[in-house]
């Protein structure tokens, strides 16, 4: 008779390993909007890399100027979403300062958007 748990399974299945893709990251990150600005980060290009290992997300991304006043805000709300993903039970942030953000790190639309010359 099989005494398994009868979630075993299900559970097992929720906590193997998968394997993201960047764009896959980059996906669920637009989801995070910065509040000034009114756009996602991934389009007005704070996040400068991102990989994963296992079941850890290693990001490395920056704000617009160091000043932020809502880099706390960004941040938390980029470990939240990260957390959702199945498979990552970690992330791991690296405000980056160099090199500097500019508007060239915007994608033409965001840049089109926000009156920035293309």
Known sequence: ???????????????????????????????VVDPELHMNIVDIGLIY?????????????TMTSPGCPYAP??????????????????????LVWEPPWTPARMTEEARLELGFDV
């Open 1 to 31: 008779m099989d005494t398994e748990h009868p979630n075993s399974a299900a559970e097992a299945a929720a906590t193997e390993a998968v394997t993201w893709s960047e764009k896959d990251f980059h996906d669920v990150l637009r989801s």
């Open 49 to 61: 890399a991102v990989r994963q290992d296992g079941d850890t997300v290693h990001i490395d991304l």
């Open 73 to 94: 805000y960004i941040l938390h709300q980029v470990r939240e979403i990260l957390l959702t993903m199945r498979g990552i039970e970690h992330v791991d942030l690296n």
